[in-house]
C-alpha cells in the first residue's frame, strides 16, 4: 500500500473515500466541496460513537457527563463534522468502557484494567514507527505536513492532537490511525 492510499473501511461501505491520493500527498486531507460525506479518518469513529451509544443506552445528555464532554461536541463526532482532539477521543472510550485505538477503527474493544494513557501510547508508537523508518523529525515534518515542533510535543507528551494531525502522521508512517493509537504492549 502507498503511504497515502487509505484503507477502503470493511465495516463502512457507505462511506465513500474523498480524499484523493493528490490531497493526501499535499497533506491536506480536505473534503470535496460536492461531497457531504464524513472524511475517512473520522468515519469509523463517528459510527463506532453511534453505535456503542445505541448499544449502551446512552442519551447525548448521559454520555456528556460521564465523559465530561460537551453535548455539542459528542452531536458533531457522531455526525463525523468535528476533527476532535486526542484527549476529546479518550474521554468518550473511557466513558464507553473501549480502548481510544479501537473507537477510531474497525471494532471497539474493552478497556482493560491498567490500559496506558492514551497520550503515553501515541508517542511510545509515534517515535517506535519513526525510528523504524529511520526518519527524524525533520522528515516526517516534511512527509506530513505537520510542523515539527508539533510531532516533538506529541512525542513528549507535551499536545493534545487532533485526529486530523494523528492522521496525516499516520499515512506517512504507513500506519491507520487505529495502529498510531493502540497499545501494543498490552
Known sequence: MNKCELPKSQSHPFIAQIISLSACKANTFLVSEQASEIPPFLAPLAANLVA?????????SALAEQARVNRRMIRLVEQGQVNASLKTIDKLARALGVTAGSLVGNRPLARQEGDALIEEVVARNLVSARKGLKLTQEKLSQQSGVNMPAIA??????????????????????????????????
Open 153 to 186: 510535543d506529541i512525542e513528549r507528551q507535551a499536545r493534545n492532537p487532533s485526529l486530523l494531525t494523528l492522521a496525516k502522521l499516520a499515512a506517512s508512517l504507513g500506519l491507520s490511525l487505529e495502529a498510531l493509537l493502540t497499545d501494543y504492549r498490552s
Open 52 to 60: 456503542l451509544r445505541a448499544k449502551g443506552n446512552w442519551s447525548i
